[in-house]
Every structure is written in structure tokens, then in C-alpha cells.
């Protein structure tokens, strides 16, 4: 576990409003995990160490999405977010376009289920034990009927019950991006949890300063209008978090 520091500030004349957190709040936004289990509770360790030294406050830990696919441990992966509480006073899952491919193949799609395995939907499936031959020697078909079996309820409706996006003072919350010159409130799912360039280029103030994850980056990616902390932990072994607490924000991490 290790802490990045605060983020350095430009000049003034350089800056828009410095986005800010309501008085009394903390919060923290983990990056895309990717099945890092080890990393997922390293990482986790850190945050409620760093909480407890920073003194009271209501503090508030948001998943940016896609904590499945691509790492070996994706079911332990949920096990651990559907555990979260305390210290943490509130708990949010945002779904990433991991998430939304994995939900399509758990409702039957075949389609949904091809896609997965081609995006690293493969480890997800040996995370629940479908593995080897046994999992070499199923058809679409019957991959979809044995996944739908040995992925438990609980699981598939903590996945259905994430959100799109989270706003907290001056900060939006989000998996992937929005949609440049669209209000907030009428952004699409689908560019919440799937929009890349667009986004990334566009330098606007979107109306909130936004956090996201889903494009990977070797550092985190702070630009003046938004912050990406999707650091690539399936294969950097590095998996990122920002702290926020009124106009303070500071970035900590796990390594393998």
C-alpha cells in the first residue's frame, strides 16, 4: 500500500473553481479492479487507515465499475464490495460496461455471452469454478445455462442494483466519461459506461468536476476538468483510489 500525495496545484490564474466536497464529508473512489481480489482488499486496508488518521467525518467510498473480467478473482471481487460497511457510511457500486456485458449473458444472451469471453469475461467464468476441460468442452449454449447456475442471486442482484452515476458536492462520479454538451441529468447509460475519446479530448467544464475510471492510464490522469483513475490493475498490478474531503484531493494505491 502506498500514499501518491496530494495532487499539485497550477497557478491560480491557471485554474477553473476548485471543486469541492460539502463541509463534514469524505470521499473515496476506487479504479477499475478487474478481478484483483488481492489488490481490491490491499487497497481497501489503506483507505481505512487513511480515513481513521484524517479524524471523523461521513465518509462515503464509490467502486468507479468493472470489478470483474480480466483478473483471476472476479467472484471474490464481489464477495468483498457486498461485504463493505463500516467505517464507511455509505457504500456505491457504479457499473462499468464489464458489469453490463456480464448482466446480458447472465439473462441468456448468447450474443452478450460470446462478447464476453472475448473482453475477459474467460477469468470471470473460472472465477466461479468453471474451469479447465470442463470449461473447453461447453458450447455457447451450455456455458450460458452452467453460468447462470453457478453465479449466485445475491451476486447478480448487487451487479443489477449499481448506478450510472454519483454526484457529491462539485464532483461527478461515473464509470467511463459523459457525453460532452449533454446535461447531466439526460446523459445515456451507454456513454456513462462506455465513451472514450470523446470525453478524453474534450477539454469543456462538463458542470462537474468528473471521476471516472475505464481508460487506462500508467499514472492518474488529472486534467482540469476531470480525474481518471484506472490504472490497469490486471496487468500493472497497481490499482489506484482518490481521496477527496472538501477542496483537498489526494490519490493512494496497492501493488502486487
Same mark, same amino acid.
Not at 456480464?102 to 477469468?123: M, N, P, V
Given at each position: 500500500?502506498?500514499?501518491?500525495?496530494?495532487?499539485?496545484?497550477?497557478?491560480?490564474?491557471?485554474?477553473?473553481?476548485?471543486?469541492?466536497?460539502?463541509?463534514?464529508?469524505?470521499?473515496?473512489?476506487?479504479?477499475?479492479?478487474?478481478?484483483?481480489?488481492?489488490?481490491?482488499?490491499?487497497?481497501?486496508?489503506?483507505?481505512?487507515?487513511?480515513?481513521?488518521?484524517?479524524?471523523?467525518? +461521513?465518509?462515503?467510498?464509490?467502486?468507479?465499475?468493472?470489478?470483474?473480467?480480466?483478473?483471476?478473482?472476479?467472484?471474490?471481487?464481489?464477495?468483498?464490495?457486498?461485504?463493505?460497511?463500516?467505517?464507511?457510511?455509505?457504500?456505491?457500486?457504479?457499473?462499468?460496461?464489464?458489469? @453490463?456485458?456480464?448482466?446480458?449473458?447472465? @439473462?441468456?444472451?448468447?450474443?452478450?455471452?460470446?462478447?464476453?469471453?472475448?473482453?475477459?469475461?474467460?477469468?470471470?467464468?473460472?472465477? /466461479?469454478?468453471?474451469?479447465?476441460?470442463? /470449461?473447453?468442452?461447453?458450447?455457447?449454449?451450455?456455458?450460458? +445455462?452452467?453460468?447462470?447456475?453457478?453465479?449466485?442471486?445475491?451476486?447478480?442482484?448487487?451487479?443489477?442494483?449499481?448506478?450510472? +452515476?454519483?454526484?457529491?458536492?462539485?464532483?461527478?462520479?461515473?464509470?467511463?466519461?459523459?457525453?460532452?454538451?449533454?446535461?447531466?441529468?439526460?446523459?445515456?447509460?451507454?456513454?456513462?459506461?462506455?465513451?472514450?475519446?470523446?470525453?478524453?479530448?474534450?477539454?469543456?467544464?462538463?458542470?462537474?468536476?468528473?471521476?471516472?475510471?475505464?481508460?487506462?492510464?500508467?499514472?492518474?490522469?488529472?486534467?482540469?476538468?476531470?480525474?481518471?483513475?484506472?490504472?490497469?490493475?490486471?496487468?500493472?498490478?497497481?490499482?489506484?483510489?482518490?481521496?477527496?474531503?472538501? @477542496?483537498?484531493?489526494?490519490?493512494?494505491?496497492?501493488?502486487?
Amino acid at each position: 500500500m502506498s500514499f501518491l500525495g496530494f495532487f499539485k496545484r497550477r497557478p491560480a490564474e491557471d485554474l477553473r473553481p476548485q471543486p469541492k466536497i460539502p463541509d463534514g464529508r469524505r470521499v473515496y473512489a476506487i479504479g477499475d479492479v478487474h478481478g484483483r481480489d488481492d489488490l481490491f482488499a490491499r487497497l481497501l486496508d489503506g483507505i481505512v487507515r487513511d480515513n481513521a488518521a484524517r479524524g471523523p467525518a +461521513q465518509t462515503t467510498l464509490i467502486l468507479l465499475g468493472d470489478l470483474v473480467d480480466r483478473g483471476p478473482d472476479s467472484a471474490a471481487v464481489i464477495d468483498r464490495a457486498m461485504s463493505l460497511g463500516a467505517p464507511f457510511d455509505r457504500v456505491h457500486l457504479l457499473i462499468g460496461n464489464h458489469e @453490463e456485458v456480464f448482466l446480458k449473458a447472465l @439473462e441468456g444472451s448468447i450474443e452478450a455471452l460470446r462478447f464476453f469471453t472475448r473482453i475477459g469475461g474467460e477469468q470471470t467464468i473460472n472465477s /466461479y469454478g468453471i474451469v479447465g476441460d470442463d /470449461y473447453l468442452a461447453l458450447d455457447f449454449p451450455q456455458l450460458s +445455462q452452467r453460468l447462470q447456475a453457478a453465479v449466485p442471486a445475491a451476486h447478480v442482484e448487487f451487479l443489477k442494483n449499481g448506478e450510472d +452515476q454519483i454526484e457529491v458536492g462539485d464532483y461527478l462520479f461515473v464509470h467511463a466519461g459523459v457525453r460532452p454538451g449533454v446535461p447531466l441529468m439526460l446523459q445515456r447509460a451507454s456513454d456513462l459506461r462506455w465513451i472514450r475519446d470523446e470525453f478524453l479530448d474534450d477539454e469543456r467544464d462538463h458542470g462537474r468536476f468528473v471521476v471516472h475510471g475505464h481508460t487506462i492510464t500508467e499514472a492518474p490522469d488529472e486534467r482540469e476538468n476531470r480525474l481518471g483513475i484506472d490504472t490497469g490493475a490486471f496487468r500493472s498490478g497497481v490499482l489506484t483510489a482518490a481521496g477527496f474531503e472538501m @477542496e483537498q484531493r489526494w490519490l493512494l494505491s496497492a501493488t502486487a
